[in-house]
């Protein structure tokens, strides 16, 4: 399978503690995107990266919140001293940048959950 | 302020009826992008129609449709002859900003149920 992949599926963690997720975009996209999305709502944007530069960042992404994409492939997003606010589903995307803008597609997203 | 707004929260209809979500939005550019994007159970958003701001023709894809009304800010959804398979969370999305990479700016979503 070639779409966005992320992992894990699903984390549960005690309050204070730090928790990784990762995203491995569509091979050759070079953009990519985090969401974040909570219950009975849409996805709210957090993050946006072309190759391996963060261009731009959402009043959402909070200090404890440090997104990275080293090599322009695949990304990491960290959020530190989580807080029980933070438990949401966190979904990745990618697009390719070309003339005419492309649609982005997305991954099944990590679940979080702050107990 | 919400620039998206999907005023259906839920819809229930029986199977083989017509439905239509709604979709207004609000942007201050002439160049943009409209999403539905359709996410069921399995959580993983689906997309199925982009339209530019410059492009009002309607468009027609098996069962589903897509009304584009500049005048009127609104862009709907039609589902004709529903189908259970159908359930699902249907969200609108809007994309204006390029320095974002174009990123969806989404509505809140209309929860469809289609019973037998």
């Known amino acids: 399978d070639t779409g966005v992949s992320q992992d894990p599926r699903h984390k549960i963690t005690k309050r204070g503690q730090n928790v990784t997720f990762r995203c491995d975009p569509i091979s050759e996209h070079n953009r990519l995107y985090w969401y974040r999305q909570t219950l009975g709502q849409g996805p709210e944007f957090l993050t946006y990266f072309q190759n391996e530069a963060q261009l731009e960042k959402s009043r959402l992404l909070s200090d404890r919140f440090s997104a990275e994409r080293p090599k322009g492939s695949f990304s990491t997003l960290e959020i530190q001293r989580t807080e029980q606010g933070d438990s949401a589903m966190y979904l990745c995307?990618?697009?390719?940048?070309?003339?005419?803008?492309?649609?982005?597609?997305f991954g099944q997203g990590t679940r979080l959950t702050v107990v | 302020a919400q620039k998206v707004t999907q005023a259906q929260t839920e819809i229930s209809v029986v199977e083989k009826e017509d439905v239509t979500l709604d979709c207004v939005y609000e942007t201050r550019d002439t160049t943009y992008y409209l999403f539905w994007y359709k996410q069921p159970p399995s959580g993983e958003l689906v997309f199925l129609i982009r339209?530019?701001?410059?492009?009002?023709q309607n468009e027609i894809s098996g069962r589903y449709s897509w009304n584009f009304q500049k005048s009127t800010s609104s862009f709907n959804f039609t589902i004709t002859a529903s189908q259970v398979v159908d359930s699902a969370v249907y969200f609108c999305?809007?994309?204006?900003?390029?320095?974002?990479?174009?990123?969806?700016?989404f509505g809140k979503g209309t929860s469809l149920l289609v019973t037998p």
């Open positions: 339209r530019n701001s410059f492009d009002e």
């Open positions: 999305a809007l994309s204006e900003k390029p320095d974002s990479g174009y990123a969806l700016n």
């Open positions: 995307a990618s697009s390719v940048r070309s003339g005419a803008y492309t649609e982005a597609f």
